[in-house]
């Protein structure tokens, strides 16, 4: 298994994580506001130009600057438990837009 199929994989599971906590609406709310920081930053970082290799480099470095940037923005504590769903389910939501996605 290639290396941007493992971490495709890491991002789905985030995804799914993610929208197992609709259950509860205001935790739900809240991975939402932590989700729309980090892909707000993933934008900056990789533009709108890119391939699934270069968004697999990205994540590899992405817990250092999701934690900067949800250190200075996140609006509530208690965000570092949701970091690794949140940063996953942000790739998985980018990846959309890679030059070489594929379902």
Do not use: C, N
Not at 43 to 54: A, F, H, N, P, V
Not at 82 to 93: G, R
């Amino acid at each position: 298994m290639s290396r941007i199929e493992v971490a495709r994989q890491e991002w789905e599971d985030g995804s799914r994580r993610l929208e197992a906590a609709r259950e509860d609406a205001r935790r739900y709310r809240q991975l939402l506001e932590l989700l729309e920081l980090v892909l707000d930053e993933l934008r900056k970082r990789i533009g709108q130009t890119y391939t699934l290799g270069e968004l697999t480099t990205a994540f590899g470095e992405s817990e250092r600057w999701a934690r900067e940037v949800l250190e200075e923005r996140a609006p509530q504590s208690g965000w570092p438990r949701d970091l690794t769903l949140v940063v996953a389910a942000a790739f998985d939501a980018y990846q959309r837009g890679a030059t070489d996605y594929e379902p």
